[in-house]
C-alpha cells in the first residue's frame, strides 16, 4: 500500500501569512494527487486535484505542485477562513490519505 | 444542485452490524463510483472502498475486507454500506463520496454529511 506522510502535523500561523504544508508520497504516484480542507464537523472540501489544478470556486492563494512522490500546498496569504485541517489524498493505486496538517491561529 | 444525503447516527452494540445509507440526487447516479470513508473522533481520514453504481463492482481496502458490504439500488439512486461485527474502534463518521466514472484517475468532487456510528456496549 502506498503511504502517505504529511508534515507538519501543526501549523501555527498568522493572518496575511504564506503557509507550506508538505505531503510525501512511499512510491510514485505520478500527479494523483488532491488536497482537502475539513472544519471541525464538516465534510471534507476538495481544493486541489491532480496535484496543481485548482477546484471551481476555490480562492487562488491556494495552489498545489509536485509530483512522483513529493508534493506541496501553499496558501499564498491566509485569511481568517483559511484555519482549518488540511489533508492530502494519493489515488493513484487506491486511495489512502495523509494523516492531516492543523492549521491553527498564532 | 449534487446532494449526498446519508442515513441518521446510529448506535450499536459491539459484534453488531450497521448499515449506512447515501441517496443521491442531482446528478446521474450511475456515472460515479461511490467511496465510503470514515474518521474516528479527533483522527484523520480512512478509505473504505468504493462501488461502481453501474455494474456493482467493488474494490474494499485490505483492512476492511470481509466486513464490509457495498452495495446500491439504482431504482432509488442510493448506495449503501453495511459493516459488520462491529467493535469499538468502530466507532467513527463515515462519510460517501462520488467520484466521476472516468479513464484516468479522479478525485471526490462531492461528499455526504457524513453519519455517527457509535459503537458502546
Known sequence: DIQMTQSPSTLSASVGDRVTITCRASQSISSWLAWYQQKPGKAPKLLIYKASSLESGVPSRFSGSGSGTEFTLTISSLQPDDFATYYCQQYNSLWTFGQGTKVEIK | ?121
Request: hydrophobic share 35%; aromatic share 12%.
Open chain 2, 1 to 121: 444542485q449534487v446532494q449526498l444525503v446519508q442515513s441518521g447516527a446510529e448506535v450499536k452494540k459491539p459484534g453488531a452490524s450497521v448499515k449506512v445509507s447515501c441517496k443521491a440526487s442531482g446528478y446521474t447516479f450511475t456515472g460515479y463510483y461511490m467511496h465510503w470513508v470514515r474518521q474516528a473522533p479527533g483522527q484523520g481520514l480512512e478509505w473504505m472502498g468504493w462501488i461502481n453504481p453501474n455494474s456493482g463492482g467493488t474494490n474494499y481496502a485490505q483492512k476492511f475486507q470481509g466486513r464490509v458490504t457495498m452495495t446500491r439500488d439504482t431504482s432509488i439512486s442510493t448506495a449503501y454500506m453495511e459493516l459488520s461485527r462491529l467493535r469499538s474502534d468502530d466507532t467513527a463518521v463515515y462519510y460517501c463520496a462520488r467520484v466521476p466514472i472516468v479513464v484516468v484517475p479522479a478525485a471526490i468532487d462531492y461528499w455526504g454529511q457524513g453519519t455517527l456510528v457509535t459503537v458502546s456496549s
